[in-house]
């Protein structure tokens, strides 16, 4: 499927329906007929989302000397996105129709498919009167004030608060060349047809890391930035063999990049972005030195030089990277003997972003003894992690449920546990494992250790 | 301190300073002279920030069987705004100075003192002219779409879309009264006044538990929520002889509410609100209910009724929690001796709070096998905590920076540790405690469980 036009739709069309279904995500305002490229997280979507992003911010933050976080404002100043040049820069060219009045991107007309007014696709009717590509501004404004007279913009990045408080980091964090900056983040983007479920969406969640250092060691950190988030996909579920990285040649970059990887990766309606690597040189300390009016060099102790720091992007999606965990773990198994049908669907997370870690049954709802304990392991594993606790129907039932949200393990106790049936086994459970379906018996106080080791 | 009036704005300007000095908090858009009541948390408040966010979604989300998480878009349809009653109700009453065209909030004017203008305090100069107070929207609105012909609210609570979402949580979760939906998030309001630091800013993060019942639990559920909010403060650090519970006496509480609460704190600015427990009756399922034209209701499976559940809501300012935290933890201690002053300046935050949980030196950075060793510790522990490496001045001088930043432990790699002074010693470190400033030895192998026990 290394073809960017190889898509497939009804895969797509199952995952958003298991996506409804059972409460990963639903649309924004559904009640009131929806919102349009805005989306919420049901139960099961903001554990995974909030997995991927605890996991983000551990391997970039916490578990690096190099890189600090922050946690910016979303409401963001005019003066910091006329200097970043979002404010006369940051638009989209657009045409519009004079017949149907509908305002379309000039450079996907091609592609594009009018769903909501099909008689009238832009440039495919003789109707069709379109006029010149004008450029659109994609960032959302707001006033306040007093009097409303001030205003702001919902920030398009997350990148600019790093810019503007880096001489305040770096002040009070005595670092030195090279560190990061790291930021987990809401922005926000005018987007004229979000599509492709949460990939382009007009609210959206960004996991950015400006990473300073000097000039002569930018292309090398771009090289390296580039071969780290590899492997940290490839830790989360998303294996190297499903990204694609393309190398933006000359001419194609930002004016201000001396290098830009994009990593994509094969989703069900085509290849896109998950993530840009950029070497974005000395331009955003350097509008912003110039903008504030304020010197923003960095003091070398050593060689005593000063000089503007250059930087390296890495810049995650951080709803695409859900939606790439959603795609690559849905499977649907054939299980039929017999000449019976019988499909499995099945959510191959990673144990580490499963939304549930562990499910906890009783075998027998009405066996008092099996439900004590069952409810005794719940309590013992919650404060560790997700635990479901499940104890309506069959068991089997009770497996496809867990199957079909990608819990990794279901213990189960039954008349083993007891000891009824043999006393070696008494107070062991059975372990399932999702993937295989395979079963083991692990004793109980060994519970805990056991899974500690596999689902962080 | 019980008193509202008793303030200490010496204490107030010291916990800003800091904040400012070791990156907890900066001004957002300070570069270019500040964006009035939005704030950046720096390296240290992004994690002390993230630790409490992560302690109430384990307490509130993680460790109950009865309340499920969400994350909502910030982007809110008019509809539904119009519905809760934010459109046409949301607002405060002002008043302007026709002298120096300020506008006031008519319910603060005794105490308002007006140090952006100071030869104009309003009603406070004979050249004052005040207008009749009028209602001024308290919302933050912006446009979007291809002409930006479609108005969105940036939600003013994170109430609202665990009310629009309530059905589909219900539908895809087998959930049965009581049950509740947790959500943390951005909210925004458009404050004429942000003052108080991070207490009353535009941009403001909450914590909030939606809590579905039957009619006749409403009552004795709310007190129950009071409870289990007064024990989360006291097990973060703020101690329960610190909070105040106002019981909103009637005719105060809005006009759907039979209940609320506020739990207020001793902040050094005044008395004043962290957090408010509201019985909202089934005031805003009904109003969706009625303003989408789709049913709301609940179906008891066991006694065969359908009825509109009501709500108890704990509602929590995140950010003005953090302040508490801040506020609560800062201390100077007088280690003075023979006449010398010296004071320690000490944030005694619970270690399940403190940003870094841990410090590891070398005694001395030119000893290579001290380094060796120091480092090795760092590594074993970061993928379980934050730990922060220092090998820069007198081990005295890097105790007293961590103490500042309120670091619970530090662990000092010295000759014990290499066994030159006392075989007994060799692969011990120094464990330093910061707020008794106690010293013990403890093996390298035990520091990890030693340290998980404690931080967590």
Redesign the interface.
Same mark, same amino acid.
């Given at each position: 499927m290394a073809n960017k036009d190889v898509t497939d739709p009804v895969r797509m069309e199952k995952i958003v329906s298991l996506c409804? =279904?059972? *409460?990963f995500i639903?649309q924004?305002?559904?009640?009131?007929?929806g919102?349009?490229?805005?989306?919420?997280? $049901?139960?099961l $979507?903001? !554990?995974l989302? =909030?997995n991927l992003k605890d996991y983000w911010?551990?391997k970039t933050v916490? !578990?690096r000397?190099d890189v600090?976080?922050?946690?910016?404002?979303?409401?963001?100043?005019e !003066?910091?996105l006329k200097?970043s040049g979002h404010i006369g820069g940051f638009s989209d060219p657009?045409v519009d129709c004079k017949t149907c009045k509908?305002?379309?991107r000039a450079d996907s007309l091609e592609s594009f498919e009018c769903k909501e007014k099909p008689s009238v696709c832009p440039g495919a009717s003789p109707k069709c009167e379109l006029t010149e590509p004008r450029d659109?501004n994609l960032m959302?404004?707001?006033?306040? $004030?007093?009097?409303?007279e001030?205003i702001?913009y919902?920030r398009p990045e997350t990148a600019q608060?790093i810019f503007?408080?880096y001489?305040?980091?770096l002040d009070?964090?005595?670092v030195k060349l090279p560190f990061g900056?790291a930021q987990i983040g809401?922005s926000?983007r005018?987007e004229?047809n979000p599509r492709n479920y949460i990939f382009r969406s =007009?609210?959206f969640e960004q996991m950015e890391i400006e990473y300073f250092c000097r000039p002569e060691d930018g292309l090398r950190l771009t090289d390296e930035w580039l071969e780290t988030r590899l492997c940290f996909y490839a830790e989360i579920g998303i294996p190297r063999e499903k990204l694609h990285i393309l190398d933006i040649p000359d001419g194609e970059r930002a004016f201000y990049s001396q290098k830009t990887y994009d990593i994509e990766y094969e989703f069900p309606f085509g290849i896109q972005e998950l993530e840009g690597v950029a070497y974005r040189t000395d331009y955003d300390l350097g509008v912003?030195a110039k903008?504030?009016g =304020?010197p923003l060099e960095y003091f070398d102790e050593e060689t005593k030089e000063r000089f503007l720091p250059h930087v390296v992007e890495p810049s995650a999606g951080c709803d695409r990277t859900v939606l790439a965990l959603l795609c690559e773990a849905f499977d649907e198994e054939e299980l039929g003997s017999d000449g019976k049908s019988d499909i499995r669907t099945v959510m191959r997370f990673m144990p580490s972003m499963a939304p549930i870690k562990v499910a906890v049954f009783p075998l027998l709802k009405k066996n008092e003894e099996q439900v004590r304990i069952a409810r005794e392991i719940?309590k013992a594993l919650?404060?560790w992690?997700?635990v479901f606790?499940d104890d *309506?129907g069959a068991v089997g039932r009770r497996y496809r449920r867990q199957d079909e949200v990608g819990t990794p393990f279901c213990l189960t106790v039954d008349f083993e546990t007891l000891g009824e049936e043999d006393p070696a086994l008494k107070g062991t459970v059975t372990v399932r494992h999702r993937d295989s379906m395979e079963q083991e018996r692990l004793p109980v106080e060994e519970l805990l250790p056991w899974l500690l080791a596999r689902v962080r």
């Open positions: 409804k =279904r059972r *409460g639903f924004a305002g559904e009640l009131y007929g919102l349009n490229g805005c989306w919420d997280y $049901g139960p $979507g903001a !554990e989302k =909030r911010w551990r916490q !578990e000397d600090l976080g922050m946690d910016g404002a979303i409401l963001t100043m !003066e910091v200097s657009m509908g305002r379309f659109f959302l404004q707001t006033n306040f $004030g007093a009097t409303g001030q702001a919902l608060s503007c408080q001489k305040n980091v009070s964090n005595r900056i809401k926000f005018n004229i =007009r609210e912003h903008g504030s =304020r719940q919650q404060p992690m997700n606790y *309506g």
